[in-house]
Structures are given as structure tokens and as C-alpha cells.
């Protein structure tokens, strides 16, 4: 055995594509290229969004500008106005509306619009209610009840209002925290000027003993001169 009779096992790699070997191996002369153009030549390849020259696709697709909310839910809006013809006393849901053609499915949450005049005596479970559509609905003497989307469960009022209200303590607390802090950051600046100040500002000396007692005797010796100058000044006018 010799190195050129070394093999991998059959089936264990494929063989690479041999092009331009000639007419008899099937992919001779032009080697799959074709016959002239742009991706014949070499060095002619082209990017994967081009289209021959006309607009590509990525400058002909409509771009959407502004803002999308994607928290934003999308409700089946229902008018009052629909309800006008429902008995007294009877349960509205989002089933019954959809079994009744009202409403086409319940895929989407259902949110009750005050246009209309609203149906009395009447129990309406629903998502979501405008504030026309409560109002109408408690002067004419109907009871509302909101549901979760989208397991359509009762909310629970005081819960939600509990919950609204521990949020809204938590966010003033909060906002009065960051006030102090830019408060304090704000004086900062001040508080250590002043520290500097304090700083480099000297100490007044404090009086010493041994220099009050050579002052005291500078001040004797001048004062005894000065009273010797002023008798020499009176003997000579004396004696002119």
C-alpha cells in the first residue's frame, strides 16, 4: 500500500464539483456559468437583494413611520344603541352577544361605547365601559361588571383600587426621595465652597505674655525719652 492508495470510506464524504475539465466531464467550457453576461466573468457576483436594475424591494416596501404602542389591546367596540331591544332583567355577555350575531366573535375583547340611549334593568358583563356608557347604564338603573381578557374572569374592584392606590403611594414616596437627593446634590456644591473657605481662612494669634511684657517696656522707654526731649527743650528756652 502506497499513499495515493489511501481513500476515505465510500459514502463518507461527497466528492467536490469539478468544473471546466473539459466536454466529456459534463460541466466543461463555460463550467455551469453560462454563455457570457455579468456572472460569467469573474469577480461578477452580485449582492442578494439585487433585481436586475429595477426599484429592489427594500426601497419600494412602504415604511411605517411613528409611533406603535405594542402594549396597545384592541377591542370589538359596542354601542349602546344595540342593546336597546334586550328584555329586563337579562345577563349580556360576550357569548351571548356573539351567539345573538351582535358581535362576530369573541377573539377580541369587548369595550360597551355610550352612543345610544342604554336598555334598562339589565346586567352587562363586559371588558371594558366607557364613561358615557357607565353613567347611561346607572341612570337607567343597570348594573356593570368588568371581566379580565382572556380568561373573562369578575374584576375585583377594591382589589384594583387597592392595588392602584399602594402604586400610587409607592411613586409619590419615590418622587420625594429623588427630590431630596437633587436637593442635597443642589446644596452640596455650596456646602463645600464654604468648607474651603473655612479652610483656608487664617486663625487670629493668640496674645502671648512674654510679648505683652517687651511691649509694655518699648512703650515705657519711648514715653521716658520723650519726657527727657521735652525738659532739654524748656532749659534752653530758659536760658535764651
Do not use: C
Not at 117 to 145: C, M
Amino acid at each position: 500500500m502506497k499513499l495515493h492508495d489511501l481513500h476515505p470510506a465510500p459514502g463518507s464524504r461527497k466528492p467536490s464539483r469539478r468544473v471546466g475539465r473539459g466536454h466529456g466531464s459534463g460541466r466543461g467550457k463555460t463550467a455551469g456559468r453560462g454563455t457570457k453576461g455579468q456572472k460569467s466573468r469573474a469577480g461578477g457576483n452580485l449582492p442578494a437583494w439585487f433585481e436586475g436594475g429595477q426599484t429592489p424591494l427594500h426601497i419600494r416596501t412602504p415604511k411605517l413611520h411613528g409611533f406603535k404602542n405594542r402594549d396597545r389591546v384592541e377591542y370589538t367596540p359596542l354601542n349602546l344603541g344595540r342593546l336597546g331591544e334586550v328584555a329586563k332583567g337579562t345577563l349580556v355577555t360576550p357569548d351571548v352577544l356573539a351567539h345573538d350575531g351582535v358581535i362576530h366573535d369573541t377573539k377580541h375583547p369587548v369595550k360597551i361605547l355610550g352612543v345610544g340611549d342604554a336598555p334598562a334593568g339589565i346586567t352587562i358583563h363586559a371588558h371594558a365601559f366607557s364613561r358615557s356608557a357607565l353613567d347611561k347604564l346607572a341612570a337607567a338603573g343597570s348594573s356593570v361588571q368588568r371581566l379580565t381578557w382572556p380568561d373573562n374572569a369578575p374584576v375585583d374592584e377594591q382589589a384594583e383600587a387597592a392595588v392602584a392606590a399602594a402604586t400610587a403611594e409607592k411613586n409619590r414616596k419615590r418622587k420625594a426621595k429623588r427630590g431630596k437627593a437633587a436637593a442635597a446634590a443642589a446644596a452640596a456644591p455650596a456646602a463645600q465652597a464654604q468648607a474651603r473657605a473655612e479652610a483656608d481662612e487664617p486663625a487670629p494669634p493668640e496674645p502671648d505674655g512674654d510679648a505683652t511684657d517687651a511691649t509694655d517696656a518699648t512703650d515705657a522707654t519711648d514715653a521716658a525719652g520723650a519726657e527727657q526731649d521735652s525738659e532739654s527743650a524748656a532749659e534752653s528756652e530758659s536760658e535764651a
